[in-house]
C-alpha cells in the first residue's frame, strides 16, 4: 500500500509529520511512502505547482495524504501558477469528485465552540459536497463591458450525470449512518440548483430507506448554528459546499479539527485537513495536527480498507482531548509537535 505525503506550504509539512509519526506507530504491514513537492513549495522549486512527478506519483499511489498549500509570495503569479491550484488540479486530474466532511463534537470540545454547549453537543454530520463541477471549474474570464467597464465572469453549471453521481454517494452514505439525507440549493433563483434538486429527487426513488429532504443554502447555513444537531448528511455543489464545511468547522471549536477526503468512483482519495496554510504561524509549531491526524484515520476507513486502525486513531484523539491536549487554537498552549506525543500517548 502506497502513500504519497504532499506537506505543501505553510503548516503543512508540520502536520503531515505529525500524522505520519501516528501512522507508524500503527505500524502496518505493507504501508509505505514517497514523498514529493506540491504548492508554492514546488513553484519556488521548480516554476509550477503541480509538477509532472508529483502528479505521477498520485496517480500511482493508493490514498494520498495532502497538508495544505498557499503562499502569499505566490499571490501575485498567474492563475494557473499559484499555489491552490495544485489541489484543484489534482482533483480533476484524478476525477476525486466526492468530497466528505465530518463535523463531530468531541464531548471534551463543547466549550470551545461559539455556540451554547447544549447545542454544540449535538453535532454529529457529514457534509458530501461535489468537487468537479460549478463555478470553480466553469468558463471564467475577465471582459468588457459595451461601457467599457471591467467585468468578471464565472458560470455556474451542472451536468445531470455530475449531480447524479454525487447524489449517489450522499445517499450511500446516509445509508451507512442514520438514513437522513438533507440536499442544499438554491434553486429559487438559479436553473442550475433547479437541475440539481431534480435529479436529487430521481436518484431518491432508488434509496427509499433514505429520508430526503431539501434546503436552500441561505436557511441552511442559518440552520447550521441555529440547530446543528438536526442534519445527519447534506449533499451540496461545490460552491455552497466550501462555505457550509468551514462553517460547520467553527461549530465544533476549531477548524484545526476537521478532516475531509475527496474520493474517486473507486474509493482512491486524497485526505487533507481543511485549515488551510496558515501561513501566519508556519514554523512556530503552534498548528493543530489534529485534522491531519483524522484524515489519516479516514484515508485507512475509506482508501486502504483499514477500519480498525481508523478506529484506534479516532479513540487516541478522543482520549488526547479528553486530557486536555489543547493547541492556541482551542484555548490551550500545547505546541504542534506536544499534541502529536499525546495522541501517541493515547495509542
Not at 221 to 227: E, Y
Not at 242 to 264: H, K, R, Y
Not at 314 to 341: H, N, P, Y
Request: net charge negative; hydrophobic share 45%.
Amino acid at each position: 500500500m502506497l502513500v504519497a505525503l504532499l506537506p505543501g506550504d505553510g503548516i503543512g509539512p508540520e502536520v503531515i509529520t505529525q500524522a505520519r509519526r501516528v501512522l507508524d506507530a500503527l505500524a502496518i504491514d505493507g504501508l509505505t511512502y514517497e514523498e514529493a513537492l506540491v504548492g508554492g513549495a514546488a513553484y519556488k522549486a521548480v516554476g509550477h505547482p503541480l509538477p509532472p512527478e508529483t502528479l505521477d506519483l498520485a496517480r500511482r499511489a493508493d490514498a494520498i495524504l495532502f497538508g495544505a498549500v498557499g503562499d502569499p509570495d505566490c499571490d501575485a503569479l498567474e492563475r494557473h501558477l499559484r499555489p491552490e491550484q495544485a489541489i484543484l488540479g489534482l482533483r480533476k486530474e484524478l476525477t476525486l469528485f466526492a468530497n466528505l466532511r465530518p463535523a463531530k463534537m468531541f464531548p471534551e470540545l463543547a466549550d470551545a465552540s461559539t455556540l451554547r454547549p447544549e447545542i454544540a453537543a449535538a453535532i454529529d454530520l457529514m457534509i458530501v459536497r461535489e468537487l468537479n463541477g460549478d463555478v470553480y471549474f466553469g468558463e471564467k474570464g475577465m471582459r468588457k463591458t459595451a461601457e467599457g467597464q471591467r467585468q468578471g465572469y464565472d458560470v455556474m453549471s451542472y451536468s445531470e450525470s455530475e449531480v447524479r453521481r454525487i447524489a449517489h454517494v450522499a445517499f450511500r452514505t446516509a445509508q451507512a449512518r442514520r438514513g437522513k439525507l438533507c440536499s442544499v440549493d438554491k434553486a429559487n433563483v438559479l436553473e442550475t440548483s433547479q437541475l440539481w434538486r431534480d435529479v436529487v429527487i430521481e436518484t431518491a426513488a432508488e434509496y427509499p430507506d433514505v429520508s430526503l429532504t431539501h434546503m436552500y443554502v441561505d436557511n441552511a447555513a442559518m440552520q447550521l448554528v441555529r440547530d446543528p444537531g438536526q442534519f445527519d448528511v447534506i449533499v451540496t455543489g461545490n460552491l455552497f459546499g466550501d462555505i457550509l464545511s468551514d462553517q460547520a468547522s467553527m461549530c465544533v471549536g476549531s477548524i484545526g479539527m476537521l478532516a475531509s477526503a475527496s474520493l474517486d468512483s473507486d474509493g482512491k482519495g486524497l485526505y487533507e485537513p481543511i485549515h488551510g496554510s496558515a501561513p501566519d504561524i508556519a514554523g512556530q509549531s503552534k498548528a493543530n495536527p489534529l485534522a491531519t491526524v483524522l484524515s489519516a484515520a479516514m484515508m485507512l476507513r475509506y482508501s486502504l480498507g483499514l477500519p480498525a486502525q481508523a478506529d484506534r486513531i479516532e479513540a487516541a484523539v478522543a482520549k488526547a482531548l479528553a486530557g486536555g491536549a489543547r493547541g492556541a487554537d482551542l484555548g490551550g498552549s500545547m505546541s504542534t509537535v506536544e499534541i502529536g506525543d499525546a495522541v501517541l500517548a493515547a495509542l
